[in-house]
């Protein structure tokens, strides 16, 4: 690739940590976030902070975008158009509603500048050990010529198709995503009320037939009944449930599993637990139980 500086839109938990990585694989990041700490922890880890998003257009030939809503990718989409550099890609990694990357790929696209879809799929965790999955999707020249730096922050990458695909391949792992927490966690419940000991339980059940890789995530935060360090907060994952539901029923496919889910992490909201890891629902279905766990 022909350079080694990388601009990072968007610092939160995702965007730190693919920055970390980048610049451990010796990429000069540039990176920008409304947020001042964020911006300051970025120039601990040995990156570099841009004044507004302008700077990071102006400055680098490969931008990657990490947002938490439609109307920060539209108004960053909105801010690099008006400082774009030739053969300039953005590849977009949030979890967002499909018409709106359509939408930023627009605004870009009249100044040439291509925008990916490159959704992720990890928790926080797993990005700062770089063990995230990316699912590409848009034009094929651009993932090839941005795989190095696809490289530098994820496991492994796939090109799924057409603009639009690498969201869509995002909604049938969030999906799981989802059924398997809730799954896990009403199993820690069982064993809880069964008397069994939870760390035993972990490691027994995590090894065999009825292990996920959700499990092996969340089980732990389960044994401990701890949920304050998120991976991927309540709050959050409500924004990416409601999206994979309206896109569900956009298309009439029927998800009862999902939709029954979906309950849990309400109640865990109702519980003031929304800036806990999604984990938590393990406390929801402990308190519809009557609360079996065993105190030391």
């Known amino acids: ?98 018409p709106v990357k359509e939408e930023a790929r627009d605004r870009l696209a009249k100044r040439r500048v291509i925008l990916l879809d490159c959704t992720l799929s990890g928790t926080g965790a797993q990005a700062r050990v770089k063990d995230l999955i990316v699912y590409a999707s848009g034009d094929r020249k651009s993932y090839t010529r941005i795989m190095p730096v696809l490289d ?23 999906l799981l995503v989802a059924i398997h927490n809730v799954a896990a966690a009403e199993a820690m419940v069982l064993a809880m009320k069964s008397g069994l000991d939870l760390a035993t339980v972990l490691k027994v059940v995590a090894d065999g037939a009825g292990g996920s890789r959700m499990l092996q995530v969340r089980g732990p ?44 992490y309400t109640a865990a909201m109702a519980m003031g637990r929304g800036a806990e890891d999604t984990g938590a629902v393990c406390a929801v279905l402990e308190k519809m139980a009557n609360n079996p766990r065993r105190r030391r």
Request: hydrophobic share 40%.
């Open 1 to 98: 690739m022909e350079s080694r500086a990388i601009g990072m839109v968007g610092l939160g938990i995702m965007g730190s940590a693919m920055s970390a990585n980048l610049i451990r694989a010796g990429f000069k990041v540039l990176g920008y976030d409304v947020v001042p700490k964020r911006r300051a922890d970025l120039r601990k880890a040995g990156g570099s902070i841009a004044r507004n998003c302008k700077e990071v257009g102006r400055k680098c030939e490969i931008i990657v975008t990490s947002l938490p809503s439609s109307d920060a990718l539209l108004e960053t989409a909105t801010e690099l158009a008006k400082s774009p550099r030739a053969n300039q890609i953005v590849v977009e990694t949030s979890t967002l509603p499909i």
């Open 152 to 174: 530098g922050f994820a496991r492994a990458h796939y090109y799924v198709g057409s603009f639009g695909a690498g969201s869509k391949m995002k909604f049938v792992a969030n």
């Open 221 to 264: 935060m389960m044994v401990k009944g701890e949920y304050s360090d998120a991976t991927m907060k309540v709050q959050t994952w409500q924004k990416d449930m409601t999206i994979i539901g309206d896109y569900a029923r956009k298309i009439d496919c029927p998800t009862p599993l999902f939709s029954a889910s979906a309950s849990i």
